[in-house]
T-cell receptor
Framework: ETGVTQTPRHLVMGMTNKKSLKCEQHLGHNAMYWYKQSAKKPLELMFV???????ENNSVPSRFSPECPNSSHLFLHLHTLQPEDSALYLCASSREGQGSTEAFFGQGTRLTVV | AQSVTQPDIHITVSEGASLELRCNYS??????LFWYVQSPGQGLQLLLK??????LVQGIKGFEAEFKRSQSSFNLRKPSVHWSDAAEYFC??????????FGKGTMLLVSP
């Protein structure tokens, strides 16, 4: 248990569906992140939030929409996804800038788009 | 731009044997270096980190890593591998407020 909780753990959705991934941390961290982990690819940073403000968006398609209502919660809203979006989506948090401090990861949501 | 290279995609080690996983990084300033481990279906867990000071750092589960600036390396070692160490290992680099850059990972298989 790392203190970062992701729900659901598994999700199967059709290409026309709308769903949301949720991430919650009670570590008192100020920064939260979404990563995508696909088979045979490095971890891809998608979004970064610092103090609820989005500070980084790595050219992620608009069918992925993040939301950070407070420092403890992070959502990833999904709509009209493609099969190639199937992956493990990992949430992480850190005290501040990730590069200098330890990042704590959730267990991930395994997403399958059919 | 920062980058991380883990040259070995898979490594098989006999239980009880020693282990070394390689990591080379590219970064313009003094790097902060990390090793994470990921078991199947799980998130990433931090094994150890190097920020400054002693170049040999100790981590959890009996792992250690040595920072060698001249070789731009941060190799992970363990003197005696256990079957429970089978997992995927990721090296990462960052600095200050930059986000972490991860390598592609090395899958460790442990044979009886």
């Amino acid at each position: 248990e790392t203190g970062v909780t992701q729900t659901p753990r598994h999700l199967v959705m059709g290409m026309t569906n709308k769903k949301s991934l949720k991430c919650e941390q009670h570590l008192g961290h100020n920064a939260m992140y979404w990563y995508k982990q696909s088979a045979k690819k490095p971890l891809e940073l998608m979004f970064v939030y610092n103090f609820k403000e989005q500070t980084e968006n790595n050219s992620v398609p608009s069918r992925f929409s993040p939301e950070c209502p407070n420092s403890s919660h992070l959502f990833l809203h999904l709509h009209t996804l493609q099969p190639e979006d199937s992956a493990l989506y990992l949430c992480a948090s850190s005290r501040e800038g990730q590069g200098s401090t330890e990042a704590f990861f959730g267990q991930g949501t395994r997403l399958t788009v059919v | 731009a920062q980058s991380v290279t883990q040259p070995d995609i898979h490594i098989t080690v006999s239980e009880g044997a020693s282990l070394e996983l390689r990591c080379n990084y590219s970064y313009g300033a003094t790097p902060y270096l990390f090793w994470y481990v990921q078991s199947p279906g799980q998130g990433l867990q931090l094994l150890l980190k190097y920020f400054s000071g002693d170049t040999l750092v100790q981590g959890i589960k009996g792992f250690e890593a040595e920072f060698k600036r001249s070789q731009s390396s941060f190799n992970l070692r363990k003197p005696s591998v256990h079957w429970s160490d089978a997992a995927e290992y990721f090296c990462a680099v960052g600095s200050g407020y930059s986000t972490l850059t991860f390598g592609k990972g090395t899958m460790l298989l442990v044979s009886p």
